[in-house]
């Protein structure tokens, strides 16, 4: 375990009192270490959780080559033969396969088989011509013997065959310890007869609010006091990352009570997440009891909104202090948090790529900081990404949080964006 002081001198350009954004990343994914125990979990108690070990498959999916459409099967070499004149390759119909049953029997040169989607082809076939290209030329040589005409030009050999293995090949690994299961992830492992993964287990993150002009949800209003949000939205960014919230509400600025829940969170939690009172020249008694229990580095970071920050470890706990404004309390969790939180849980996820907008607006910026602004992303008629900063970017403005679908990030060395200029955003979806 290092402490906060090696990492500190690893790391290039290290300046607690102006903290680039991107440097606070690099120190967390130093400072954090995936969690090592595992639970056994049955797919459907697996969403959300990251798997333990690699999954190999057992099987080859699909299990045979089959049928992509509902046509007719034949070996495609004859597309390449055929009469000299150009005209349609006609093939006698020899019987239907079925879906789910296998056919037996063989095609010989010259014929083909009636078969629907997901039926499996037998050996010698390989191409599938769609029945809506064929002519069906019922009885037209002997009896009551269906022939088909296929056009030329239309198909190459290999068509509409879906190929043995060729979602997932049998003794490969089908899914990577650190993948973050998804909804798509449950069903390839379902597609492989998998009921039953390792996952690492939760994370236990403890969490409250620090500052005493906080009312909880219940308490009656009080002149110069605000109700704490921080709480509610703090619990619901952690669960959706699949973490156990131990809800620790509000606790007062007493040096005893202060150190007592530390101690209670400490004992209990992976990480401790707290909000407000980590700002230079408050006076309050929550940086003293952090760096009396714990190695606690206080930042102020280049970026808006969110400069001041607490970080380090109390026990065997990380510790987040986050500052106390709304804004910056979700946003110092989504640009930090929430990334050091998925490396705990020992996902291996790249963070979601930022996607580019074209800023409706110019949006000022000074360069040596990161600026965070809550936008509305929407798209062009002809598909383009645009992007339109909410008018109040107040850091305790909550609303505008719910009013935004993402953040514009306006990166460390960034200036000015002029109308039409295209910048970064961060999209709510999947996070918020
Ligand atoms: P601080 O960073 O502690 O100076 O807090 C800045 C401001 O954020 C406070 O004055 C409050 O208005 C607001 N604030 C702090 N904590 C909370 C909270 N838990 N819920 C809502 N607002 C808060
Ligand atoms: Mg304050």
């Known amino acids: 375990m290092k402490t906060l002081d090696a990492i500190a001198a690893e790391l290039e350009g290290y300046d607690p009192q102006a903290l680039r954004a991107d440097r606070v990343n690099e120190f967390l994914s130093r400072l954090v270490e995936p969690v090592l125990e595992q639970d056994q979990v049955s797919i459907f108690q697996a969403l959300g959780r990251v798997l333990g070990s690699d999954v190999i498959s057992p099987v080859s999916v699909p299990p045979h080559d089959n049928s992509a459409m509902d046509g007719y099967a034949f070996d495609g070499g004859q597309l ?235 026990g065997q706990s990380i510790l987040f202090g986050l500052p106390g404004n709304p804004v910056a309390v979700m946003v110092t969790f989504l640009a930090f948090v929430r990334p050091a939180l998925l490396r705990m849980m020992g996902s291996t996820q790249a963070a979601t790529p930022l996607l580019k907008a074209r800023s409706l607006a110019p949006l000022r910026k000074k360069p040596g900081r990161t600026e965070y602004q809550r936008g509305i992303v929407s798209q062009t008629g002809d598909g383009v990404l645009q992007v339109s900063a909410i008018g109040n970017q107040g850091s305790g403005v909550l609303s505008s949080m719910v009013q935004a679908n993402g953040l514009i990030v306006l990166h460390h060395k960034q200036g000015d964006v002029g109308a039409g200029d295209e910048v970064d955003v961060m999209m709510f979806e999947g996070v918020l």
């Open 80 to 314: 390449q033969t055929g009469n000299a004149d150009g005209g349609p390759l006609v093939l006698q119909v020899v019987g239907t396969a079925l879906a789910g049953k296998a056919w037996h029997g063989m095609v010989k040169p010259g014929q083909c088989l009636k078969i629907m989607t997901g039926a499996v082809l037998p050996q010698q076939l390989d191409t599938v011509v769609p029945q809506e290209f064929v002519a069906v030329r019922s009885g037209a040589v002997e009896g009551n013997v269906e022939f088909i005409a296929i056009p030329r030009g239309l198909l190459q050999a290999g068509d509409n065959r879906r190929k043995c293995g060729e979602d997932l090949m049998e003794g490969q690994p089908a899914l990577r310890k650190g993948t973050l299961l998804t909804p798509a992830a449950l069903g390839l492992l379902a597609s492989l007869g998998i009921g039953q993964v390792t996952v690492m287990r939760k994370l236990r993150i403890a969490y409250f609010s620090t500052v005493d002009e906080i009312l909880s949800v219940g308490e009656a209003p009080r002149e110069g006091a605000v109700y704490d949000s921080n709480r509610y939205t703090v619990f619901g960014l952690l669960t959706r990352l699949g973490c156990d919230v131990i809800d620790m509400g509000v606790v007062h600025d007493e040096p005893g009570l202060l150190e007592a829940a530390f101690q209670h969170a400490a004992s209990q939690a992976d990480a401790i997440i707290t909000s407000g009172g980590v700002s230079v020249g408050e006076a309050d008694y929550t940086k003293l009891i952090m760096r009396k229990l714990g190695d606690v580095a206080f930042w102020k970071i280049a970026m808006r909104p969110g400069r001041p920050m607490a970080v380090g470890r109390i």
